[in-house]
């Protein structure tokens, strides 16, 4: 099952008990087997769709190695070694085999990852840093779908063939691609970081002191902020995420799990995974991409007059919000602000074009599309205007 329209393309049901099955089958068909068979409209039901996720994957060796190989072909390729290094050679084995010391820490401590709230939106996107430490160790870390923060050790020493022992690159899930930040090392970062800065007090509103690399000394006004304070905002709060990993004790299983952690550290890990699944599971990004594909999805010409509008699910309810929204406004162009307006003001608070579907939003958006008059005509209508779209 690719998606919730899966369900009822050639599709068997069967309930829990086993006595039951639910399917698009002809019913003259199966009663000539013999078979008693009800006919149901399924607009009617509620059908809960539910799918077992298994947290021991995520501090299993199979994760290790690939988040080992992840660090490693990341580094390669933004640092273009295209050539066999045998300083790789540990992590290469442990890749190749599972054999070998594993280089991999999973990040277990919940305090990084309240941190990480609020140093980054919560989009469900992989955020990726490489940075070497005092020793001149590299490590990359990788916050894996804004769910599992994974410390690998790369190299006991620099490369001298690699220019950058810092990077810093974030892979969005709406598919938005920024260049990587790039610097020889961690120190470099600092330097950069406190050169931007002075060129932009004048633009952005620093409070206490502005060569202070402590994230607590730091206050910017992100409205209306230019490419170089955003520039310099990402850099300090990098900055903090390195500062707030190297602070952890490394031997600490409070801080950081290898394989096989105890029963009482599998339930601390569970519940903070789970949290992270949660909200990442819970999140809803505007794109065209995903608007196109809920309609085509869901709201073909004779599945619009069928939705029962007291069963759909939450996200449900916001795209077919926002479809309405688009033919409300006549949306000719897909735009991201525009299509924003219309629901910022539901929000909690500003959330940048992310947004986590809880029941509260749920329920306004469900009461604002009960007082449309004629909602059947704007879906179609708004439809009609997304499949438009280039």
Same mark, same amino acid.
Request: proline share 3%; charged share 25%; with cysteine.
């Given at each position: ?14 309930? #829990? ?13 199966? $009663? ?24 021991? @994957? ?34 290469? $084995? ?12 999973? #990040? ?33 870390? @990788? ?171 939450? $996200? ?26 219309? @629901? ?47």
């Amino acid at each position: 099952v690719h998606s919730n329209t899966d369900l009822f393309k050639n599709v068997i049901l069967k309930s #829990v008990d086993g006595s039951h099955i639910i399917s698009p089958q002809n019913p003259n068909e199966i $009663q000539a087997k013999g078979r008693r068979v009800d006919s149901y409209d399924v607009n009617d039901k509620e059908i809960i769709k539910k799918v077992s996720i298994t947290v021991d @994957i995520f501090h299993s060796k199979e994760i290790y190695r690939l988040m080992s190989k992840v660090a490693f072909e990341w580094y390669c390729l933004e640092n273009e070694i295209d050539f066999y290094c045998e300083e790789f050679s540990p992590i290469v $084995q442990f890749i190749t085999t599972g054999n070998g010391t594993n280089p991999v820490q999973l #990040v277990a401590d919940e305090k990084v990852y309240e941190t990480l709230d609020l140093l980054f939106t919560h989009d469900g996107s992989h955020r990726m840093m490489t940075y070497n430490d005092t020793s001149g160790k590299i490590f990359v870390l @990788i916050y894996f779908f804004g769910i599992a923060v994974y410390k690998v050790m790369l190299l006991n020493n620099p490369l001298l063939s690699a220019k950058y022992n810092f990077l810093y690159k974030k892979l969005s899930v709406d598919g938005n691609r920024k260049p990587t930040i790039k610097y020889h090392s961690i120190e470099e970062v600092a330097k950069a970081s406190n050169d931007i800065c002075a060129n932009i007090v004048e633009q952005c509103t620093v409070i206490h002191s502005a060569q202070s690399l402590n994230i607590n000394d730091i206050y910017i006004s992100a409205y209306h902020a230019d490419e170089s304070c955003q520039l310099f905002m990402d850099m300090t709060n990098l900055l903090a995420f390195y500062d707030l990993i190297e602070k952890l004790p490394a031997h600490n299983s409070s801080s950081f799990l290898h394989e096989n952690p105890s029963i009482c550290e599998q339930k601390r890990l569970c519940s903070m995974l789970l949290s992270g699944i949660s909200n990442t599971l819970s999140l809803a990004i505007i794109t065209k991409r995903k608007l196109k594909r809920f309609v085509d999805d869901y709201l073909h010409p004779k599945a619009i007059s069928k939705i029962n509008f007291e069963l759909i699910h939450p $996200q449900f309810t916001f795209f077919l919000y926002l479809v309405i929204q688009v033919g409300i406004i006549n949306l000719l162009e897909f735009d991201s602000n525009k299509i924003y307006a219309t @629901i910022k003001d539901k929000l909690k608070k500003d959330a940048g074009g992310y947004f986590i579907i809880d029941k509260e939003l749920e329920e306004i958006l469900k009461k604002e599309i009960k007082t449309y008059a004629s909602i059947d005509e704007l879906l179609e209508k708004g439809c009609n205007i997304i499949k438009g779209w280039n």
